[in-house]
């Protein structure tokens, strides 16, 4: 058994599509980041970084980040086909791309969505915003010519990396203005939110939880 600690909105949603797509028996802790539980001394013990998503796994283990969840979970599952494993041909493309996801896309979206956290003072806030609104765009673009496949990230199908960028245009204020520019990204997120497994994840990140760490 799985368990998913997970925020409204949050990386969550990628691991837990993953884990419908895999069928994999998980549950869910709804962690209150708003009242700052991912700080506490309880969730600190399950992810020292005190971030959100946070996979326990059977055996009573923990794994924070995105992208090692992805790839551990991908590897525990591989009949699942959402990641390529060692020695598939397109290992090196996932790999790439999911640290790209995770770097300029994920650390960029946090930089629009607390751009406090990243100016000294509060002068500066407002040029933060400006280029992290910049920067995710360019992110998008990037996206939008990478894609390979017909409304996949890889020519491959369907897997982990078309949950992960799905996930990233949900945090975008604008986002159908931001798709409706970009056909190929929009032709993916599209497909992504018609699949169940990622229905299923969206439809729990958007509804308000109770604590399960309280
Ligand atoms: N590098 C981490 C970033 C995760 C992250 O920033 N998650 C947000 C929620 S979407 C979070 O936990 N924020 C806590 C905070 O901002 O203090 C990953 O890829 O998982």
Redesign the pocket.
């Known amino acids: 058994m799985y368990t998913l600690y997970w925020?409204q909105m949050?990386?969550s949603i990628v691991v837990q599509a993953m884990l419908e797509s895999i069928g994999a028996d998980y549950d869910l802790r709804y962690v209150d980041?708003g009242a700052g539980e991912?700080?506490a001394p309880a969730f600190l013990k399950i992810n020292p970084?005190?971030?959100?998503?946070v996979l326990g796994l059977p055996g009573g283990r923990a794994l924070?980040?995105?992208?090692a969840i992805v790839t551990l979970l991908g590897e525990r599952h591989p009949q699942s086909g959402l990641t390529p494993q060692p020695g598939d041909p397109d290992r090196a493309a996932f790999l790439f791309w999911l640290s790209v996801m995770?770097t300029a896309g994920?650390?960029t979206s946090?930089r629009v969505g607390?751009p406090e956290r990243f100016a000294r003072d509060d002068s500066a806030i407002a040029q933060v915003k400006a280029q992290g609104d910049a920067d995710y765009v360019t992110f998008f673009d990037l996206m939008e010519r990478s894609i390979e496949g017909d409304g996949h990230f890889l020519a491959r199908g369907l897997g982990a990396l078309d949950f992960y960028v799905a996930m990233l245009a949900e945090w975008i204020s604008d986002r159908d203005g931001v798709l409706a520019e970009r056909p190929a990204l929009r032709k993916l997120c599209d497909r992504v939110r018609d699949t169940a497994p990622y229905a299923a994840a969206l439809k729990t990140h958007m509804i308000p939880a109770a604590s399960a760490l309280a």
């Open positions: 925020e949050a990386g980041m991912h700080q970084a005190a971030r959100i998503p924070g980040e995105t992208a995770a994920y650390i946090g607390h």
